[in-house]
């Protein structure tokens, strides 16, 4: 193991390093955990010294805490300022990503493992990957809905409220003690840990930079690429361009849009048609009404492919598919007290989808009917809110196709117009919506959250 008889730092104790740095000192000879942002509570911070782990309190001395420990190995997230690393090159530095690979090799042979990492559709394909395999295997996934067990396409709740940084699989694994799975599906943020079957790249659009502007998402979530082992498969969306994979390792490429290895076509009598160009299989069914079906295009393809590559029997790939009925706050359309709500709330949500969700209320909205769109973040909740630039741009351009707007979140509060309200969190706008309105009136829910 990397790890052995090696005296091991971690920096960030944030973003999944808490399970992390335990897992670590299982193995290591001394393990020393530094809370680079200050965020730890102090009892959460004696109890890992009390199980043997050593605690460093000022980041600013990292280049010391390094000296003072004689430290081998660093462990940094992807996403951390350099200027948090000080002598990096004195010193062997991996990634989050690449330590929770070397802990997840023990799972090698007795479970198949799947991430995915992305810009967007990252839970919707696992859920859809999830309901697909589990109607023949025993599936655990992790995914911003929480850690899941799923059973003939029935998923029942283990946890609920862990992030999807890459530690955050070290605690769903024990959150899943007792269960015998045949598979594990785990949504990763930027990148993957390479101890994986199947790794999926759902898209690289909207690049943002990460590590102070030292690097950027897309070079991150490419890590999945770098890491991929010998004898694993890589499913990449095919706008993503290409690129040559590891020696050993297999690479099929999706699309939604255009030819690809396994690609998506939409007939005028609203079949759709899931293609495998080198084996020359199809996969047809006629996609449920309650969901944007649009909006669910590049999750359709790329869980179908996935369940291919894991040999999921096309039978069962059509039954999940037709019993499909979208993801809860992605896109979906639900009934809220006689009115009806897209509803689009979730982790992953963005302008893009504000605008792809206002455009599918067209499809429900009669004359008569009254709009009232909820926009915003619950910011306290997610790593990458909901840029105030970008929604005040989208009111000024499109404010006048809506009766009422109520911002959520406080850095919501710039922007003004004609019938905008503010509320403090979802719940709070949504009742505010509900006052607002009547029967059959349409409420367009669009806030950045963990739910």
């Known amino acids: 193991m990397l790890f052995d008889d090696k005296d091991v730092t971690v920096l960030d104790l944030t973003h999944g390093g808490i399970p992390l740095v335990r897992h670590i000192a299982k193995r290591a000879r001394s393990v020393t955990a530094v809370d680079v942002y200050g965020t730890i509570a102090d009892d959460v911070l004696a109890g890992l010294e009390r199980s043997g782990i050593t605690i460093a309190r000022e980041a600013d001395n990292i280049t ?3 000296t003072k420990h004689n430290t081998d190995l660093i462990v940094a997230p992807v996403h951390l300022d350099p200027s948090h690393i000080p002598g990096a090159g004195e010193h062997t530095v991996i990634t989050h990503h690449q330590a929770v690979g070397e802990l ?12 995915i990492t992305g810009t967007g559709a990252k839970t919707s394909t696992a859920t859809l990957l999830a309901d697909m395999a589990s109607r023949s295997l025993s599936v655990v996934s992790h995914t911003s809905r929480g850690v899941e067990h799923w059973v003939k396409g029935v998923p029942t709740k283990l946890h ?4 999807i940084a890459p530690g955050s699989i070290l605690e769903a694994l024990e959150y899943s003690t007792g269960i015998e799975a045949d598979l594990y599906i785990f949504e990763v943020s930027l990148g993957g840990t390479g101890a994986v079957d199947v790794g999926i790249i759902t898209s690289l659009d909207n690049e943002y930079t990460i590590a102070n502007g030292s690097g950027t998402s897309t070079a991150a979530k ?4 770098d890491y991929a082992r010998p004898g694993s498969t890589l499913l990449v969306n095919a706008s993503t361009g290409l690129f040559s994979p590891p020696k050993g390792v297999d690479i099929v490429s999706f699309s939604d849009t255009s030819k690809a290895d396994v690609f998506l076509e939409r ?3 609203g079949i ?3 293609h495998f160009e080198n084996s020359g299989q199809t996969i047809r069914f006629t996609p449920n009404s309650g969901y944007d079906t649009k909006s669910y295009s590049t999750a359709i393809v790329c869980a179908v492919a996935a369940a291919s590559i894991l040999a999921v029997e096309p039978a069962k790939i059509e039954s999940a598919l037709l019993d499909f009925q979208g993801v809860h706050g992605r896109m979906r359309v639900v009934e809220w007290a006689g009115r009806a709500m897209v509803d689009n709330s979730n982790s992953g949500m963005n302008i893009r989808s504000v605008r792809q969700a206002l455009d599918y209320s067209n499809n429900l909205a009669s004359s008569y009917s009254r709009r009232v769109l909820i926009l915003g973040e619950e910011a306290q909740q997610v790593c990458e809110g909901l840029d105030p630039t970008d929604a005040g741009t989208f009111v000024y351009e499109r404010g006048d196709e809506l009766d009422t707007i109520i911002l959520v979140g406080e850095r919501m509060h710039s922007i003004h117009g004609e019938n905008i309200h503010t509320a403090d969190s979802l719940n709070s ?3 505010m919506a509900e006052s607002l309105t009547n029967e059959d009136d349409i409420i367009i ?3 950045k959250c963990f739910r």
Do not use: F, P, Y
């Not at 609920?160 to 992030?163: F, Y």
């Not at 490419?222 to 690429?225: G, K, P």
């Open 222 to 225: 490419l890590q999945m690429v």
């Open 64 to 66: 010391e805490i390094i």
């Open 272 to 274: 759709w048609s899931v």
């Open 104 to 115: 997840l090799s023990d799972l090698n042979g007795k479970a198949r493992i799947v991430e």
């Open 267 to 269: 007939s005028s009598t």
């Open 429 to 431: 706008a949504i009742e």
């Open 445 to 447: 829910s669009c806030v």
């Open 160 to 163: 609920q409220g862990l992030s």
